[in-house]
């Protein structure tokens, strides 16, 4: 009886499904592992390339289906191999064949769901990736031209041309390391840097016949200012001495180093305006354009000294012949941000604060008394005021209006 069975299950009959599913299954397994490798390559490409995207992220529900699927595939030909071989009896056999086919082909169907989903993205990557190799070998390879011509330049001894030279050497070096085994996107980086590198030393070259007469025109422009803020520092020390003798002493007190101050900012800007010149006619344009920026840099320290003691006599005679003439304007502003809070309904939060700043204007008005009053804590005290109620026109602007029942 078992013989008759075993020969039984080693019928035609059952040969001929097992092939008939194997073969079925076996189209279907390649058809899914072609579509998956061509995606597979398709998303490392991405990976390679723009890896802030994390495609590989998106990739993985779909990579592990069809891994599970081609998992169930061999499992399944295994089996039919064996019943083919043994002629044991598989029951479920052609079930099973339908499910994992099935298994097989949506796992090929989501790939293809991804690849159309993404589908600009990795081609793009793709498309990017094999000219990775031929961008960086472009890029190296103009590098090395414009080195070179850098290196024969007359002026490859100004400090612009050496600077940028030497920022092509390093991008060179970062891009030639980062070829052994380094991704897609570290390489494209390093090309990209040195590609950067080199129009800044193509420019400062195309730039350094002009530095010769562009400091020659900084040179004559600061001798000209440097002229100026001299005799415009001639004016501080009648200044200072109008302040002590017209003002109360508090109103000048912090003045009291601005000569000796400007007077050391005026002799610096001399010293670099000095050493200027003698780097342009050593041939040193560009150092001599540096020390003209720092000539003009002491220079204005110089101009904010002088100004600061001959505005701070003008400012003070001013409110001294109508010491309310500056209230007038402050009170004028108040008015103003008060009828603004009448008109946005904000008297309730704002209305209060805006009183006391009337009572400042009034304490503050009351301390000019004496031969002497302190005209200068009078107008500070004013501007803080004025600044204060600027600001709290600036916050009741940004607010909502008022709301209507």
């Not at 998106?58 to 039919?80: H, M």
């Not at 570290?186 to 016949?209: F, I």
């Not at 302190?374 to 709301?403: N, S």
Request: some cysteine; glycine content about 6%.
């Amino acid at each position: 009886m078992v013989g008759r069975r075993r020969g039984w299950f080693r019928s035609a009959g059952n040969n001929e499904w097992i092939v008939a599913a194997r073969g079925s299954l076996a189209s279907a397994f390649l058809d899914m592992d072609q579509r998956q490798s061509a995606a597979e390559a398709a998303v490392h490409a991405a990976e390679q390339v723009f890896p802030d995207r994390r495609m590989a992220v998106a990739w993985e529900p779909v990579r592990s289906r069809c891994y599970d699927a081609a998992g169930a595939y061999v499992a399944l030909t295994e089996q039919l191999e064996q019943a083919e071989r043994d002629g044991t009896p598989m029951p479920q056999g052609p079930q099973q064949a339908d499910s994992v086919t099935r298994q097989l082909t949506d796992a090929a169907r989501a790939v293809d769901e991804f690849y159309r989903g993404n589908q600009g993205q990795l081609e793009n990557a793709v498309a990017v990736l094999g000219t990775v190799p031929q961008l960086a070998q472009q890029v190296k390879i103009a590098a090395a031209g414009v080195r070179r011509q850098a290196a024969e330049s007359e002026y490859a001894n100004y400090p612009s041309v050496r600077e940028h030279a030497a920022a092509v050497d390093e991008a060179l070096i970062t891009l030639e390391a980062a070829g052994s085994g380094a991704s897609a996107a570290v390489v494209r980086e390093s090309a990209n840097r040195l590609e950067a590198a080199t129009k800044r030393l193509a420019d400062a070259l195309a730039q350094a016949p002009s530095r010769a007469a562009a400091a020659k025109t900084a040179i004559s422009s600061v001798s000209t200012r440097l002229a100026a803020a001299r005799t415009k520092a001639e004016g501080l020390a009648p200044a200072y001495s109008g302040l002590l003798r017209e003002f109360n002493a508090a109103s000048s007190a912090d003045l009291a180093d601005n000569e000796r101050e400007s007077q050391r900012a005026i002799d610096a800007a001399d010293a670099a305006l000095g050493r200027a010149r003698a780097a342009a006619a050593e041939n040193n344009p560009e150092i001599a354009l540096d020390l003209t920026t720092s000539a003009r840099g002491y220079l204005t320290e110089a101009e904010h000294q002088v100004d600061a003691v001959t505005k701070r006599l003008a400012t003070l005679r001013e409110v001294r012949s109508d010491p309310q003439e500056k209230a007038k304007a402050v009170r004028f502003r108040l008015r103003d941000a008060q009828m603004l809070a009448v008109s946005r309904g904000l008297v309730t939060e704002w209305g209060s604060v805006l009183d006391a700043q009337a009572a400042r204007i009034d304490r503050i008005s009351e301390t000019l008394t004496g031969r002497h009053p302190d005209y200068w804590a009078y107008v500070a005290e004013l501007d803080t005021i004025t600044d204060f109620i600027a600001g709290v026109v600036d916050r009741m602007r940004k607010q909502a209006g008022p709301r209507r029942e």
